[in-house]
């Protein structure tokens, strides 16, 4: 029998069925033996503060990031064929939109590396964001409507990500900072929030009442419950509806109340 995973990042590999342990039908039988104790002492090791360098400029990153995404007419015309609604066409409609749920929720990099200059990069953030009323970060992972992650797995992709901001939060501060941001100085974790059209939610929870995911959703919510509560890190769901690609960048979307994960896996 395989040992399991020592990291966050070896728990995310896992939940891909790329971790020594075996496949993902094996990191699914795995969750319920991660107990609360486990994984909080993964989290904490993965953002102990780290000061092994500088962080990339957003502003060459989204120079790079530009030139790889369509214009909007160009975008919407592709949208038009269902084999063009991957997670990377979503992505790019967020783009243009700008702002997440509301206009002070601005976008200010994509693909965002997270890892210090000239380390190789384990995790990429879909998005950054800047909350210009709180002044707060968030970082965003994108999943579409056909994506066939695991909650669990959706949750610990994020982690890493958060992981890696929180203990790189003086570069991360310097970072936006030399991009023109001020951020709260009382801030010493961003936040975290997670988009997606309802069809993927709804089909993740269906499939994680089947036999071969053992109620990994249970396991999701067990771990959102221990972020909020030792680290006050409360993951935002933002829900899209399924018919985003014929909304532009006036796509209908709102906050998903974790009750509603709650509720479907009672």
């Not at 702002?99 to 879909?126: G, N, W």
């Not at 959706?154 to 970072?175: D, G, I, N, P, T």
């Not at 990994?216 to 018919?243: M, Q, W």
Request: net charge positive; charged share 25%; hydrophobic share 35%.
């Amino acid at each position: 029998m395989q040992a399991h995973p020592t990291t966050i990042w070896g728990w995310f590999q896992f939940s891909k069925g790329d971790h020594r342990g075996g496949p993902r039908s094996a990191f699914f039988k795995s969750l319920s033996q991660l107990s609360c104790d486990q994984f909080l002492d993964l989290i904490k090791r993965a953002a102990r503060d780290s000061r092994q360098g500088n962080l990339r400029p957003l502003a060459k990153l989204r120079e790079e990031g530009r030139r790889n995404v369509p214009s909007l007419d160009q975008l919407l015309e592709e949208l038009k064929n269902p084999k063009n609604r991957r997670e990377r066409h979503l992505q790019y409609l967020l783009w243009h939109r700008g702002h997440l749920l509301t206009p002070y929720q601005r976008m200010i990099a994509r693909e965002v590396p997270c890892s210090f200059r000239k380390v190789k990069r384990p995790s990429v953030t879909d998005f950054l964001v800047i909350d210009d009323l709180r002044r707060v970060p968030l970082i965003v992972e994108v999943k579409c409507g056909t994506a066939k992650d695991s909650l669990t797995g959706v949750l610990l992709e994020l982690l890493v990500q958060w992981c890696f901001y929180k203990s790189a939060m003086e570069a991360f501060r310097q970072q936006l900072q030399d991009d023109g941001e001020q951020i709260d100085q009382n801030m010493t974790q961003p936040e975290a929030a997670i988009v997606a059209p309802i069809g993927f939610y709804r089909k993740a929870l269906e499939r994680s009442n089947s036999r071969k995911r053992h109620g990994e959703a249970v396991n999701a919510l067990r771990f959102l419950r221990i972020l909020k509560t030792a680290f006050d890190l409360r993951v935002c769901f933002i829900v899209l509806s399924n018919d985003w690609h014929l909304q532009g960048t006036k796509l209908r979307c709102h906050q998903l109340r974790t009750n509603v994960i709650d509720n479907a896996t009672t």
